[in-house]
Nanobody, 125 residues
Framework: QVQLVESGGGLVQAGGSLRLSCAASGRTFSYYAMGWFRQAPGKEREFVATISRSGGVTYYADSVKGRFTISRDNAKNTVYLQMNSLKPEDTAVYYC??????????????????WGQGTQVTVSS
């Protein structure tokens, strides 16, 4: 029903920047709250950021607050994650997710209905 495709990952030096994109299928993108999660080797998938249907409300994990910015362009069915001042500990596979029935802004992976395949972000020291 919903297909999410992440892009924009890669290798970057510490202190650098990357912008991830997540392109969604369908014509009801604006109905979904969207989120970004990440998973490092040997660790569980963790919350990074989320954005409301209209884009008016955002929330970030403490670990990325002030460095990352989530945004969305509903006309393009795309959500973005701008990542600045990257640190080696940001290294992970980053996943885009969609919550089709949001109440409160979703911060748990269990609240999301669809997931992309992920894009690798590697930050070298």
């Amino acid at each position: 029903q919903v297909q999410l495709v992440e892009s924009g990952g890669g290798l970057v030096q510490a202190g650098g920047s990357l912008r991830l994109s997540c392109a969604a299928s369908g014509r009801t993108f604006s109905y979904y709250a969207m989120g970004w999660f990440r998973q490092a080797p040997g660790k569980e998938r963790e919350f990074v950021a989320t954005i409301s249907r209209s884009g008016g409300v955002t929330y970030y994990a403490d670990s990325v607050k002030g460095r990352f910015t989530i945004s969305r362009d509903n006309a393009k069915n795309t959500v973005y994650l701008q990542m600045n001042s990257l640190k080696p500990e940001d290294t992970a596979v980053y996943y885009c997710a969609a919550d089709l029935s949001p109440g409160a802004l979703p911060r748990s992976k269990d609240e999301y209905d669809y997931w992309g395949q992920g894009t690798q972000v590697t930050v070298s020291s």
